[in-house]
């Protein structure tokens, strides 16, 4: 029996209670936003600094997230380069004391894809000043090994691009990042739909992290609890035992019978 | 000059807008589907988006907008406001208000009089402030341009600018200075046309108008802005120039993002009277055409339109409003004072169409970069 998903999700040592992770982007309001979060039920919640005042408490969003219940992970979204990501997160930290980042390089305003060589800079200079750092990659089984060299708390590859909604597209390397890895590791970007969410555990995944496929949604709080009961349902499955799959029928009488 | 010249030589060699006329419903829907289905489609596939057989299925159309929109931008509408510098202009646009030749009140504002109107739009809540002026380097030079940004850069997080062509030194000293986006309109892609309307000045350079944007992009900004100017030829014909030159900056300049806005003749000084008027339907067929051929590119739209269509338009693949806007020099604190560039068709309030937008289900976006990022 797999007993990985029984166990509680753990990054940087802290024991986190649940596998969905929510982001607060894209919602037709903040109030909208901070029902969701809670259907969802979420612990760790990602804000954008380049959307938020982060010195200011009144801030929109930040007011709508009880800092009390949630672990906030501001992202670097919108750095172009290692020095910018580096520069907004130490802002950040001496403006709100936020240690853990999600680390986003995405020079590429289109698919925004994240730099693989910039992101591991960053990555390095942040880990030595004490941040805890989960970075947002392409799901490359290589780069993640460097990450987590580098101190990285989990990696964070993605299944499609952001807000595609076009499910794992990556599994083969997903697979191979978490039997690689030696940190958890969290499917982010391009899960569309609950289901996605179940093959990215199915693949291994330690948590998950959705944005868009919520904000979105005709009734984003609906789909938030859809979302929270498909990471309940995987954990269940996987802790079940699972049949597996087979390509062919098995045969009735056993094809090595002969050698009793 | 401008690497894009040469697609434009060929387009005219190979003229594209010779196949609007052939497409038939059945290619649209086909189109459609492809796109629905994930497809990628890119600017050779814009006169049949604008065909009249599209217009045939512009509900769909709208449709597919709205949900690439949705998937892309989410529920949100970005907020800005333009702010007037001058409007001296050493051009003779035929449709413009700033026309030399027009006998207007002319007025520069100074450092001071730009500050105080900026507290003013910062006191709205806005966060995105778009500089504009007319062409008139002796009024106003890069440094004011760049002075300007120093002044503001700690009040808005994102600084924009509508100005004359600069060369890539300029817009380098620009980007230094805290100006983030770059928007200038080619006004329109017919050079022979071009040459017409603009007949004297320095804007009478197509080629050096033209490069812009590219040197914009390799200079730095995020984010770079093109149009053409709706109601001086067939929209349709500029909708298929347009969308190459957004694919060209996009694939050339990676790092920043297209921006494509829409903005239809206005009356202005002058009396200038559209000879290819836009109606609302063509408008939205082209946005919508633009929402599918590029997801990911901001799509603006101003005050320069009635507020009526505005509305219906959010989330329609806009992504970008003004709102509250003057278009004369100094105009956010004297409205009697200096000529405007055009009549805003929409003279709703800031917080009159954040209420809107948010009565549309959308959330009014007024922060979206930050001086963090920037050393």
């Given at each position: 029996m797999d007993e990985r998903m029984a166990k509680p999700l753990v990054i940087a040592g802290r024991e986190i209670k649940s596998r969905l992770m929510m982001g607060t982007g894209k919602f037709s309001s903040p109030q909208v936003m901070a029902e969701a979060l809670e259907a969802s039920g979420a612990e760790i919640v990602t804000v954008a600094l380049r959307r938020v005042?982060?010195?200011?408490?009144?801030?929109d969003i930040i007011s709508q997230i009880d800092q009390q219940r949630y672990l906030l992970l501001p992202n670097t979204s919108g750095a172009r380069d290692a020095q910018e990501a580096v520069r907004i997160a130490r802002l950040a930290r001496a403006a709100?004391?936020?240690?853990w980042l999600k680390l986003e390089v995405t020079p590429?305003?289109?698919?925004?894809?994240?730099d693989p060589i910039e992101t591991l800079k960053a990555a390095e200079i942040l880990v030595k000043e004490g941040f805890v750092v989960l970075p947002y990659i392409n799901a490359d089984p290589v780069l993640a090994k460097r990450l987590q060299d580098a101190g990285c708390a989990a990696v964070m590859p993605l299944g499609?691009?952001?807000?595609?909604?076009?499910?794992?597209?990556t599994a083969e390397q997903i697979e191979i990042i978490v039997q690689q890895a030696t940190v958890p590791v969290v499917v982010d970007?391009?899960?569309?739909l609950p289901s996605h969410v179940c093959q990215a555990f199915e693949l291994g995944a330690d948590a998950v992290l959705v944005n868009t496929a919520v904000a979105v949604a005709q009734d984003p709080v609906a789909m938030a609890r859809s979302f929270r009961l498909a990471v309940e349902s995987a954990a269940e499955a996987i802790a079940a035992g699972p049949m597996g799959q087979s390509g062919a029928a098995s045969a009735s009488s056993p094809l090595t019978g002969f050698l009793r | 000059m401008s690497g894009f010249y040469q697609i434009i030589e060929s387009l005219e060699g190979s003229r594209?807008?010779?196949r609007i006329a052939d497409c038939t419903t059945g290619q649209v829907k086909a189109l459609l589907d492809h796109i629905r289905t994930g497809g990628q489609a890119g600017p050779e596939e814009m006169p049949r988006l604008v065909s009249p057989a599209a217009s045939e299925l512009l509900e769909p159309m709208a449709q597919l907008a709205r949900a690439i929109t949705a998937r892309r931008f989410g529920k949100t509408i970005q907020m800005y406001a333009p702010l007037y510098?001058?409007?001296?202009?050493?051009?003779?646009?035929?449709?413009?208000?700033?026309?030399?030749?027009?006998?207007i009140v002319r007025r520069t504002s100074g450092r001071e009089e730009i500050l105080a109107q900026a507290r003013l739009l910062k006191g709205r809540h806005l966060g995105q402030l778009l500089l504009v002026s007319g062409e008139c380097p002796s009024q106003v030079g890069v440094e004011l341009l760049e002075g300007t940004a120093s002044d503001l850069k700690g009040m808005f997080p994102s600084l924009a600018i509508e100005v004359y062509p600069l060369d890539q030194e300029g817009y380098a000293r620009l980007v230094q200075a805290g100006i983030d986006s770059l928007t200038i309109y080619q006004?329109?892609?017919?050079r022979k046309l071009y040459a017409h309307v603009h007949p004297?000045?320095?804007?009478?350079d197509y080629r050096n108008r033209l490069g812009a944007p590219e040197r914009g992009a390799a200079a730095g900004f995020r984010q770079v802005g093109i149009g053409a100017l709706l109601g001086l030829t067939d929209w349709r014909t500029e909708s298929i120039y347009l969308a190459h030159h957004a694919a060209y900056l996009s694939r050339q300049y990676w790092r920043s993002q297209v921006a494509v806005s829409f903005p239809r003749l206005r009356p202005a000084a002058g009396g200038y009277q559209p000879e290819f008027p836009v109606s609302d339907r063509e408008l939205v067929q082209m946005i919508c055409a633009f929402r599918l051929l590029f997801p990911d590119a901001s799509l603006v739209l101003s005050t320069r339109e009635p507020a009526q269509l505005r509305d219906n338009l959010v989330g329609l693949g806009i992504t970008k409003m003004s709102a509250g806007?003057?278009?004369?020099?100094?105009g956010y604190l004297d409205e009697h004072g200096a000529e405007g560039q055009f009549d805003v068709f929409?003279?709703?309030s800031v917080e009159e169409v954040a209420g809107m937008i948010r009565a549309r289900g959308c959330d009014p976006v007024w922060k979206d970069w930050d001086r963090g990022f920037e050393g």
């Amino acid at each position: 029996m797999d007993e990985r998903m029984a166990k509680p999700l753990v990054i940087a040592g802290r024991e986190i209670k649940s596998r969905l992770m929510m982001g607060t982007g894209k919602f037709s309001s903040p109030q909208v936003m901070a029902e969701a979060l809670e259907a969802s039920g979420a612990e760790i919640v990602t804000v954008a600094l380049r959307r938020v005042e982060f010195g200011n408490p009144q801030d929109d969003i930040i007011s709508q997230i009880d800092q009390q219940r949630y672990l906030l992970l501001p992202n670097t979204s919108g750095a172009r380069d290692a020095q910018e990501a580096v520069r907004i997160a130490r802002l950040a930290r001496a403006a709100s004391g936020w240690d853990w980042l999600k680390l986003e390089v995405t020079p590429e305003p289109n698919y925004l894809l994240p730099d693989p060589i910039e992101t591991l800079k960053a990555a390095e200079i942040l880990v030595k000043e004490g941040f805890v750092v989960l970075p947002y990659i392409n799901a490359d089984p290589v780069l993640a090994k460097r990450l987590q060299d580098a101190g990285c708390a989990a990696v964070m590859p993605l299944g499609s691009p952001i807000g595609s909604g076009r499910g794992i597209k990556t599994a083969e390397q997903i697979e191979i990042i978490v039997q690689q890895a030696t940190v958890p590791v969290v499917v982010d970007a391009g899960l569309g739909l609950p289901s996605h969410v179940c093959q990215a555990f199915e693949l291994g995944a330690d948590a998950v992290l959705v944005n868009t496929a919520v904000a979105v949604a005709q009734d984003p709080v609906a789909m938030a609890r859809s979302f929270r009961l498909a990471v309940e349902s995987a954990a269940e499955a996987i802790a079940a035992g699972p049949m597996g799959q087979s390509g062919a029928a098995s045969a009735s009488s056993p094809l090595t019978g002969f050698l009793r | 000059m401008s690497g894009f010249y040469q697609i434009i030589e060929s387009l005219e060699g190979s003229r594209p807008q010779n196949r609007i006329a052939d497409c038939t419903t059945g290619q649209v829907k086909a189109l459609l589907d492809h796109i629905r289905t994930g497809g990628q489609a890119g600017p050779e596939e814009m006169p049949r988006l604008v065909s009249p057989a599209a217009s045939e299925l512009l509900e769909p159309m709208a449709q597919l907008a709205r949900a690439i929109t949705a998937r892309r931008f989410g529920k949100t509408i970005q907020m800005y406001a333009p702010l007037y510098i001058s409007n001296h202009c050493t051009n003779s646009c035929l449709y413009c208000g700033f026309n030399i030749h027009n006998q207007i009140v002319r007025r520069t504002s100074g450092r001071e009089e730009i500050l105080a109107q900026a507290r003013l739009l910062k006191g709205r809540h806005l966060g995105q402030l778009l500089l504009v002026s007319g062409e008139c380097p002796s009024q106003v030079g890069v440094e004011l341009l760049e002075g300007t940004a120093s002044d503001l850069k700690g009040m808005f997080p994102s600084l924009a600018i509508e100005v004359y062509p600069l060369d890539q030194e300029g817009y380098a000293r620009l980007v230094q200075a805290g100006i983030d986006s770059l928007t200038i309109y080619q006004e329109t892609y017919d050079r022979k046309l071009y040459a017409h309307v603009h007949p004297a000045g320095p804007k009478a350079d197509y080629r050096n108008r033209l490069g812009a944007p590219e040197r914009g992009a390799a200079a730095g900004f995020r984010q770079v802005g093109i149009g053409a100017l709706l109601g001086l030829t067939d929209w349709r014909t500029e909708s298929i120039y347009l969308a190459h030159h957004a694919a060209y900056l996009s694939r050339q300049y990676w790092r920043s993002q297209v921006a494509v806005s829409f903005p239809r003749l206005r009356p202005a000084a002058g009396g200038y009277q559209p000879e290819f008027p836009v109606s609302d339907r063509e408008l939205v067929q082209m946005i919508c055409a633009f929402r599918l051929l590029f997801p990911d590119a901001s799509l603006v739209l101003s005050t320069r339109e009635p507020a009526q269509l505005r509305d219906n338009l959010v989330g329609l693949g806009i992504t970008k409003m003004s709102a509250g806007s003057k278009t004369a020099p100094g105009g956010y604190l004297d409205e009697h004072g200096a000529e405007g560039q055009f009549d805003v068709f929409d003279g709703r309030s800031v917080e009159e169409v954040a209420g809107m937008i948010r009565a549309r289900g959308c959330d009014p976006v007024w922060k979206d970069w930050d001086r963090g990022f920037e050393g």
